[in-house]
């Protein structure tokens, strides 16, 4: 989130897109319900009417994978009917810099497209510069070259009746979300844009987010108190777990990882390739030999790199679909699974589940025996005396049965208390991971190889015996200075000369001298909502990422209703209700001093940006769809990777012309290991079931609560049938067509159980994330007489 949960009652208009946080983040209601209560309008666009929908001043239906046409629609009706805040968008967009004239876009594909890679060369994307290496830019914004003519030029093409011939939403349905969400322009109001996992999972899913994030610029919503662009996170941690490293492109701290290849070769070599020359990222090497000191402690020397070549470089995809794929494949042959259940959580399931039976050994760290830890039983379809992989199931402790923080998704570290001691032999997984690497290391503790180094280097000192010291951990991932051996107390005091550690930079500063902030619990308002006392909130404790932009070039709040931090002239300094997401001594005159987005080589936020699959957002049709692309003649996400087809074979419109989505119900949580188990969730939700139309239903001969065969391409499940109002058929390019939804938190152990809704879905992802088109495929349906 760039703004956090508290925040969304100073909202004036909440757009919620990809997600239905009123079942699946029902605390964030409190919240929306506040602003209405102000008079906010709230939008829901979703395929089915949901309970988000329910209380919505505005419903949109829309066909699932068509994010991008719908926003684009919108970017068009706001840049033609001047609907946009072009203060905001001159001094904090890159909306006046010219692209190169290389640059073009035709009939679905920037300039330099490789067909045979699947990739693009993206030098034709570049700006174009003066002799002196400055960008060139033209203030007016009417350059054709420049971004803002560009992005004009690139959504004209979303016209309202194209647009609603895509996306199948009622013109009219249209006209009003764009029109209430539009007026958001005005500098005294502010917008929100909520969205999870009916934005990310899809082949598009990078470039959804992006839409949603050009259109707030244009707006001018980014960075006032009630705007902002909101991801409203999963798993109760997983914003700590992405911060943590846990993407397999990124160490802490969001640091790329070192790829095999010549620009990481040594560390100078990836300082220099990874370090821009202009924005905050230039000091990453701090960061960067900080996190080594942290890893390695005494064994990171200036001498060997501070540890750098220890680190695992590789130059693959190590994604969930390529760890199974190499599952299959027999080249990864042992897995431990820490928490997951893959078997019912991942994309093409049934091929997961095989792939399982091809590894040596697995381990199996969960509450539960899952239907992972299972899936060489009997009740899951296996044969196990044909199964040669040896299973380990590890009992682990529940939340509250240990002690940690964890990260919400306003960025907010909440230290949470043991509240019961473990059950049974169960642990914490910290406890198990430590246990795990003190065994490591004695076992390689007499070698000398290369494999023993990186293991040998490894400084583990958390305390002795099996018992970590939880606080040692906390304090090294603030960090310390090894000459004063004081806490820091910011990222600012990082140095890349390994006289700091710090085990993840933006995490820098929760833990200073005065003690563990992410512990405190004052719960008095600071002022608008923001509670700097509660908790710590990365980067350095700021509520509100880039709030620099609530104010004008010139320092003072574009509204005095959305006001939140300002230029005090007689203090020179930045002032407000919140810790300024800027130098807070830095002077609107100063050199700089306009500049909010301070992450960015140019300080200025991307309209125009390089990513895998272009500068823009473009509409693709999804991987399985059953019309042409109305757009150009590239039917899908031109870099998207194709797996194999092997166990992962591609629906066909004819054969398979139903949509189909998946979801989550409030009562059950996830694969089910969490919910199935318990008897009272189980009874609320006690079956597999798929929602279709009422039309659907009268056409395919299917009466409510009839047993169904939904099929795929790549597998068939059972459930029961719910007829339902909540989807209705749509006209998509003239033709009608359904689509059905279902949850995906069915499998074959627990109290209940139920189809696996990802025994249909496929190996198929976006480029950027290699996050799974989760929501949207082709299937058919039939009663099971
Ligand atoms: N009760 C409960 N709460 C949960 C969870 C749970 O399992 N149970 N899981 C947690 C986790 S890990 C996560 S990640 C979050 C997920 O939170 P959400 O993203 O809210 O979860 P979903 O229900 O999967 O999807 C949200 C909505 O996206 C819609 N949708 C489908 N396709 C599209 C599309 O193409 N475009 C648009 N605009 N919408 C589409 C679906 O109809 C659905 O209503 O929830 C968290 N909260
Ligand atoms: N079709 C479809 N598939 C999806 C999605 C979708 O929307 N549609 N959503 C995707 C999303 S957003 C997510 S996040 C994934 C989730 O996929 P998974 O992470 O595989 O699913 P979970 O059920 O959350 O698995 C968590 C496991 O951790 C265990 N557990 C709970 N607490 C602890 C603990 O403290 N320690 C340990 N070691 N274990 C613990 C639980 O018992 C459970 O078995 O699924 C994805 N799969
Ligand atoms: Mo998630």
Known sequence: MTN???????????????????????????????????????????????????????????????????????????????????????HYTNASFLVSDKYSFNDGLFSGYDAAKRSYNTDTWAFQKNEKGEIIKDETLSHPQSVYQLLKKHYSRYDADTVCAVTGT???AFLAVAKAFCETSSPDKAGTILYAMGTTQHTTGTQNVRIYAILQLLLGNIGLPGGGINALRGESNVQG???????????????NAPTASAKHATLADYNKNETPTSGYWINKPKFMVSLLKAFYGPNATAENEFGYQYLPKGNKNYSHIAIFESMDKGTIKGMLAFGQNPVVGGPNAGKEHKALAKLDWLVAVDLWETETASFWQKEAGSNPAEIKTEVFFLPACGSYEKEG???????????RWQAIKPRGESKADLEIIHMLALKIKALYKNRTDAAARPINALHWEYGHGDHPDIDLVAREINGYDYKTGKQLSGFAELKDDGSTCSGNWIYCGFYPEAGNLSKRRDNKDTGMGNYLNWSYAWPMNRRVLYNRAAANPAGQPWSKKKEIIWWDEAKQKWVGHDVPDFAATKAPTSAGGTTPFIMMPNEVAGLFAVRKDGPFPEHYEPYESPVANAFSSVQFNPVSVIWSEE??????????????????????????????????????????????SEELAAEKGIKNKDRVLVTSARGSIEAYAMITKRFKPMVIRGKKTHQIGMPWHFGYKGIVTGGTANNLTANIADPETTMPEYKAFLCDVRRID
Request: charged share 20%; with cysteine.
């Open 647 to 692: 166990g992962n074979k591609k629906g066909d419109k004819d054969k398979f012309p139903i949509i189909a989505t998946t979801y989550r119900v409030s009562e059950h949580w996830q694969s089910g290991a969490m919910t199935r188990n318990q008897e009272w969730l189980s009874e609320l939700v006690p079956h597999m079931f798929i929602e279709i």
């Open 241 to 255: 777990s992405t911060d943590f490293g846990l993407l397999y492109g990124s160490l802490t701290g969001y640091l």
């Open 405 to 415: 923080s964890i990260s919400n998704s306003g960025r907010w570290m909440q230290y």
């Open 4 to 90: 956090h949960w508290i925040d969304l009652q100073h909202s004036d208009c909440i757009l919620i897109m990809g997600g239905n946080p009123a079942e699946n983040h029902p605390i964030s209601f409190k919240w929306i319900l506040k602003a209405k209560e102000k008079g906010a309008k709230l939008i829901s666009v979703d395929p089915r009417y949901t309970r988000s929908s329910k209380i919505a001043d505005y419903y949109a239906p829309l066909r699932s994978g068509t994010d991008i046409a719908f926003i684009g629609g919108i970017i068009n009706y706001a840049l033609q009917n001047d609907l946009i805040q072009k203060e905001y968008v001159r």
């Open 170 to 172: 009622p013109k009219e």
